[in-house]
């Protein structure tokens, strides 16, 4: 406090004044009389000056005390506001770095749906593929002269309604790249409305134009059977073998031919259960075997047939005039060599 100073003139003055009641009475007896009242004026001044300015020192002392007591506590409320300061901006720095990490939670749980919905798809295409027929169930189908989608659906739904639904999956299922080729071959039959083009017994019916009927082919199965038969009258054939075919197309044959007397028509059936021994027996009566496979052909039965024992001719043909029509050509090109 630059304010406080000595009053009166300094310390000097204050100490070269006597106190106390000695020096009051020295004065008195050696100062004359009109000179002691001015004298203890004076005293009683100097002393009332001294009282003041020790009160003015408490009291600067004690406003010196209260304003270091202010100073302190506003120190220390700075302080405090620096602490506050400091931690409020702690938690705006935390909360930054909450957020940075819900920011990298959030790309990381973006990416990880993006991996789940690409994987996903993935699956989904790959389920879709599944379910669809495979390509070879499609080509069987094809193969088998189902055109399209909804002959193929036909026969399927025939199949179910015949309860053959477990045959069906039981054929798609074999490891026998054969299997489903054998079964569209005994299970459906592509017809027309031509009379005598009578469907494979326990076949699904699909009805086609004359030209693609698994019997006629669109030809005339008479005629084919007539060039047939003359055919083998100028080859020396009589007896003639048919093996395999179905047991409808066996009638007819027979229905055809009736009572025609130049050859000797015997139809076997071609069901795998001929043996070796039967198959000797045929040709041994026999001037020519034909084993007739279909477009499958059995193998267990047409096997057993030798050429060297007699003449077999082999035609991959279902329909009834095809298979003739392929015969006839056959001996044809044996007779002309
Ligand atoms: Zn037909």
Redesign the pocket.
């Known amino acids: 406090m630059g304010g406080v100073r000595p009053l009166g003139g300094g310390p000097a003055r204050i100490h070269a004044t006597p106190a106390g009641p000695r020096g009051r009475e020295r004065a008195t007896q050696e100062a004359a009389p009109p000179r002691a009242a001015p004298d203890a004026a004076v005293a009683h001044g100097v002393r009332q000056e001294l009282h003041d300015a020790r009160e003015t020192i408490r009291g600067l002392e004690a406003a010196l005390s209260a304003a270091e007591g202010a100073a302190d506590a506003a120190r220390q409320e700075a302080e405090q506001a620096r602490a506050t300061v400091a931690a409020i901006a702690r938690r705006a720095e935390d909360a930054e770095a909450a957020i940075a990490d819900a920011e990298r939670a959030r790309d990381a749980a973006d990416h990880e749906r993006r991996a789940v919905q690409q994987q996903l798809a993935k699956e989904r295409d790959h389920a879709r593929e599944q379910a669809r027929p495979t390509r070879a169930v499609r080509d069987a189908l094809r193969a088998r002269g189902l055109a399209d989608e909804d002959e193929a659906a036909w026969a399927m739904r025939g199949w179910l309604d015949a309860g053959r639904l477990d045959e069906w999956l039981e054929a798609l299922d074999a490891e026998d790249p054969n299997a489903l080729a054998i079964f569209l071959e005994q299970r459906v039959s592509l017809?027309?409305d031509?009379e005598g083009?009578t469907p494979l017994a326990g076949a699904v019916v699909v009805p086609v134009a004359?030209e693609r009927?698994d019997?006629?082919g669109g030809s005339d199965t008479r005629r084919a059977l007539e060039h047939f038969v003359e055919r083998c009258v100028e080859s020396g054939l009589r007896r003639v073998r048919i093996v395999g075919g179905s047991p409808n197309y066996h009638t007819e044959l027979r229905r055809l031919l009736g009572g025609d007397r130049r050859i000797e028509l015997k139809l076997i059936r071609g069901d795998g259960r001929r043996n070796q021994n039967d198959a000797k027996n045929d040709q041994k009566h026999a001037d020519i075997v034909i084993i007739w496979g279909g477009t499958i052909l059995d193998h267990s039965t047409s096997g057993h047939y030798d050429p060297s024992a007699g003449r077999v001719l082999i035609v991959a043909h279902r329909g009834i005039a095809g298979m003739l029509q392929r015969a006839t050509e056959a001996l044809g090109q044996g007779q002309r060599n």
């Open positions: 017809v027309c031509a083009c004359p009927c019997v006629c």
